[in-house]
């Protein structure tokens, strides 16, 4: 089905340790977009890109570094991995940068870090 | 200050009765957008239903419709016919033009809906 594919959907990491969300789309959306969530706050915007090759900060970018090489993958890397960083994480993508295109989420993975 | 507010954390409604989930935002830009989304207890976010600042008329999409008032910058989801699979969380967010970021969708914290029987 088409649609935005995250992997995995659960993890666990020990405090320090890195890895990579990964959040795939194949409906050739030019812009993605991780967030995380967390009780209470609604979902945050970590990074997004508008492109291929482009990438920018949302909200909440600090420990997480992120790269486009294609136009259908944008992963999410966790350097050294801390408690803080425990949320569940959606990947986003929308076709383009018109007001009225909506957003289209991943199933999301919930990481918890010990 | 916040830019979307939902200020309802919990709501019930009998199943086949009609329920308005509150959103209210913040905005100085002309141009900007208002989603809903339901959350299941599954997880995944699901879109429901947009409405456009410029959009003269309330948007409609099945069972859901958006009351939007402009001027008072609310734009509260109206459910009919309550169903149990509607039990969720809802959120409501807004994508501002450019100068407000326009790459950024901004989330309220959300309404944890409960249908009864």
């Known amino acids: 089905n088409a649609g935005v594919t995250q992997t995995p959907k659960f993890q666990v990491l020990k405090t320090g340790q890195s890895m990579t969300l990964q959040c795939a789309q194949d409906m050739n959306h030019e812009y993605m977009s991780w967030y995380r969530q967390d009780p209470g706050m609604g979902l945050r915007l970590i990074h997004y890109s508008v492109g291929a090759g482009i990438t920018d900060q949302g909200e909440v970018p600090n420990g997480y570094n992120v790269s486009r090489s294609t136009t259908e993958d944008f992963p999410l890397r966790l350097l050294s991995a801390a408690p803080s960083q425990t949320s569940v994480y959606f990947c986003?993508?929308?076709?383009?940068?018109?007001?009225?295109?909506?957003?289209?989420f991943g199933s999301g993975t919930r990481l918890t870090v010990v | 200050a916040q830019k979307i507010t939902q200020t309802q954390p919990g709501m019930f409604v009998q199943e086949k009765e009609a329920v308005t989930l509150d959103c209210t935002y913040d905005t100085s830009d002309q141009s900007y957008g208002l989603f809903w989304y339901k959350q299941p207890s599954s997880g995944e976010m699901i879109f429901l239903i947009y409405q456009g600042s410029y959009d003269e008329q309330n948007a409609t999409e099945g069972r859901y419709s958006l009351n939007f008032q402009k001027a008072r910058k609310s734009a509260n989801l109206v459910i009919s016919a309550s169903q149990l699979g509607d039990s969720a969380m809802y959120f409501c967010a807004m994508r501002e033009g450019r100068r407000g970021g326009g790459n950024k969708l901004t989330f309220g914290t959300g309404t944890q809906l409960k249908v009864e029987l």
């Open positions: 986003a993508s929308r076709l383009g940068q018109g007001i009225n295109y909506g957003y289209t």
